[in-house]
């Protein structure tokens, strides 16, 4: 199994820009997450799919964020505009829902807003 | 607000010597706790994990103990080995998918 895999690995943008997370929730996972990692906050949830369906999108920062999931195998999480504050590492995880069932991560994506 | 706190950012260990780490939390809610391992540039693994009915759970040469009365918990790696060496997250939930996380305690275990 290749595990979550997450791309681009390392995003370096200019503040202003659109900036396009991607993830590949392992096959047969039904649940998907998107964390992020900032020195400030630690590793907080952004955003909660079950069954392609966002159920939890409390921990969302602000409108310029958004994330997608078309489909089981495909989920993107979207930062418009961009700013310098967004620099942080975003990690997208899967699982199985129901009870309390380990979350894989993915490698993560550091993502630069200079 | 943090609801878990991790309050040594760091440990240094010897190898062959026990590893504890320490975690405390806030919110009495929480019903299930997991410790994740992260190595530099990868994502965090899942290690071990304890529910709240427990107060010990063993795996190997892992070991995590809750104190509910004192909202506290640990992970004590016997005997700590190099490959150890890692960024270790505590972790809580009261529902089924989300987690509270600490800010994490780098582990270095020396020859």
């Known amino acids: 199994d290749a595990g979550v895999i997450q791309s681009p690995r390392h995003e370096v943008t200019e503040m202003g820009q659109e900036v396009t997370l991607r993830c590949k929730p392992i096959?047969?996972?039904?649940?998907l997450f998107w964390y992020r990692q900032t020195m400030m906050r630690g590793l907080e949830l952004l955003i909660y799919?079950?069954?392609?369906?966002?159920?939890?999108d409390s921990g969302m920062p602000e409108d310029r964020f958004s994330a997608k999931m078309p489909n089981a195998s495909f989920s993107t999480l979207k930062i418009q505009p961009s700013e310098p504050r967004d620099s942080a590492v975003y990690f997208c995880?899967?699982?199985?829902?129901?009870?309390?069932?380990?979350?894989?991560f993915g490698p993560g994506t550091r993502l630069t807003v200079l | 607000d943090q609801q878990v706190k991790q309050n040594s950012p760091s440990l240094s260990v010897q190898e062959g010597r026990i590893s504890i780490l320490n975690c405390d939390y806030t919110?009495?809610?929480?019903?299930?706790f997991l410790w994740y391992k992260k190595y530099p540039a990868e994502g965090p693994t899942f290690l071990i994990s304890?529910?709240?009915?427990?107060d010990k759970n063993e795996d190997g040469r892992f070991t995590v103990f809750l104190n509910k009365s004192a909202k506290h918990l640990s992970l004590h790696i016997v005997p700590s080995q190099p490959g150890d060496s890692a960024v270790y997250f505590c972790?809580?939930?009261?529902?089924?998918?989300?987690?509270?996380f600490g800010a994490g305690t780098t582990v270095t275990v020396r020859a």
């Open positions: 919110n009495s809610m929480f019903d299930y």
């Open positions: 995880a899967s699982g199985l829902a129901g009870g309390h069932n380990e979350q894989f």
């Open positions: 096959s047969g996972h039904n649940s």
């Open positions: 972790a809580a939930s009261f529902n089924d998918y989300k987690l509270s």
């Open positions: 304890i529910s709240s009915i427990k």
């Open positions: 799919f079950n069954n392609n369906v966002p159920i939890d």
